[in-house]
């Protein structure tokens, strides 16, 4: 039992109606259950291993969902990279280990899924990447055609591969994110085609399975925070959404503050945190290496604004440098391998404990969104070329050992 709700002037549609935002205000809408029906087993909870599907008594979802096995991340303790941050105790939830590599695939279940359920014949997104690969991929298990606008130029070679291979159609738009977004909208509103991306409230509840798996991780208790990316918006406000059901469920007893990070040249929300804005002030030449989070005007900036706000978090920005030596931290002292975008929770995390914002025996729950081999080709310019050497003994020596 469920509904959706404008989060701006309260509007109810049912739950079966074509719409992604409220047609009375435009405002950004949201999934309402009933959660006095709703009954969590607590003994299976407990039992069961984490994936996105355990949680479906809190999914949107009145079919078999279409499903490759996606959540069931790991959460890995990080003693070597704490210790360098210079806090108690630090865990880092790897969305990177999901199918195609990033947390997208949690929505995207849901998201396809309600696509079949509503009985639309296409699926359509505009991504900076990981969006058009998980659209892809889900698209093709459910047998469904898939399209997908991305800026020319700015997707990581990875994500382009994927959507490719899985058979999507892949449209290289002359302009950025935003305008991808705002054409794909266009484009959705005039044909028969379900818009996949996060300002559909459906995608947003299967993302919010990140954080039932971290209080589940952590034996039904969450940490003091979660730090995490932020480019459009939507993953920290369905995380927080997360958190605050197990918590009316009596499932867990709080919530943790929710930290956004984006880099200095793309930071809208940020700032908006900063100068306690009601909501953003889009910026129209968003750049960073980060190319994930690289987006000007975040869709869900204010239910970000709210999430953040709410859970009493904050959220800062980082440079591309910072950004490059936590994804190198996070590589070379605990074996994780991240897109730039991930990263920005890990350099963002050590500029907050440096500033005194974060206290050092917090708990605290980094989230790396994405994988390495998302962008190789940013790994080879950051890092030094392969040596290469004569096939002799004594140049491999020398190239090891020197003189
Ligand atoms: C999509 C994405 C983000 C940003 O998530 P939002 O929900 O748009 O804020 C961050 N990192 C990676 C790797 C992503 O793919
Ligand atoms: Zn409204």
Redesign the pocket.
Known sequence: MYHLKCIECGAEYPKDELIYTCSKCDGLLDVIYDYSSIKLDMEKLKSECPSVWKYAKLLPVDREPVTIKEGGTPLYKCERLAEKIGIKALYVKH??MNPTG???DRGMTVGVSKALELGMKTVACAS????SAALAIYGAKAGIPVVVLLPEGKVALGKVAQALMHGAKVLSIRGNFDDALALVRTLCSQEKIYLLN?INPFRLEG?KTIGFEIADQLGFKVPDRVV???????????IHKGFREFKKLGVTDAIPKMT?IQAEGSCPIVKAIKSGAENIKPEKNPETV?T??R?GN?V?ARK?LLAIRKSEGTAESVSDEEIIEAQKDLARLEGIG??P??A?SVAGLKKLVDSGVVRRDETVVCIT??HLL?DPEEVIKICEPPIVVDAKIEAIREAIFGN
């Open positions: 969305e990177g990033s947390f997208k900076t990447g990981n969006t996060s993302q995490l990316p932020v480019g459009n918006a939507g993953n920290i406000t369905a956004g980060a994930a989070i987006i975040p869900n970000a991240v897109e975008a991930s920005t969104t994405g998302k």
